[in-house]
């Protein structure tokens, strides 16, 4: 049995990603409408009457809009942590009580043969999370919305083979750029979002404990650019004394497309 994701959708504007096997079939977030992600799912061949559960990692627009919707229509269980439901239960509409799933920071549960392990995230949420997915000896990490690297959730995305990792904006584009100046003091904030540098710090400490894949994600649309984000991690790397080019795969998340389907493979040989 194999593991795998496809990020379908990632950026500021809207947010999904899928990850499953053979028994599991699972979303995470739904910031862009059910009419897109049915699509995007169907595309890569999965059907959305075939989705065994919702996870969300926090209660933003851009990771709740179509949450509700997809549960209802599909009958979906949705696991959310007891802040993000607080933060999010009036905008998604009703929810069955029984799909109502309640989940802890730090504390795993399965879903078919994936152990999913969610981890507290240091952003501007009521109680954020990002998330490990298991299969055997594979895993996949998802940490995006994440303000600052620490020690406290980067543990645990060490040692997954593959990782999507927000490279969220460009430090001189967001100083220069148009937004207000609290908005822009919040995204600069240790709650707000990882800079494509900061990023780079991170990717290097997930390499150093064996990651080959990673994947750049929740670009700004305004403050990035996937060719800057792509270079700044890089020059990164290269500074802490790793080749992108040898000793890890790195790419860039589409913002309104799906960027592929992976196999999660151990080692990522």
Known sequence: ????????????SGNCVFVGCENARLIVDAGVSGARICKSLSDIGVRADELNGILVTHEHADHIQ??????????????ATSGTWMGMEKKIGHVESKNIRLIDPEREFSIGNITVLPFSTPHDALDPVGYSFQLG????????????????????ALEADSVLLEANYDPDMLRAGPYPYDLKKRILSRKGHLSNDDSGLAAAKLIGSGTKHIILGH?????????????????ILYSEGI?????VEIEVAKRDAITGLFQVRSGWK
Do not use: H, Q
């Not at 049995?1 to 500021?12: D, R």
């Not at 670009?219 to 020059?235: H, I």
């Not at 080749?243 to 000793?247: G, H, I, Q, R, T």
């Open 1 to 12: 049995m194999e593991l795998y994701y496809a990020p379908l959708f990632s950026g500021s």
């Open 66 to 79: 179509s949450v509700g919707i997809l549960s209802r229509k599909y009958d979906l269980p949705i696991y």
């Open 137 to 156: 000896v594979s895993c996949f990490a998802l940490a995006t919305d994440i303000g600052c690297v620490k020690e406290s959730w980067l543990k645990y």
């Open 219 to 235: 670009l700004s649309k305004e403050n990035n650019f996937p060719e800057l984000a792509l270079r700044s991690v890089e020059g």
């Open 243 to 247: 080749d992108a080019n040898a000793d």
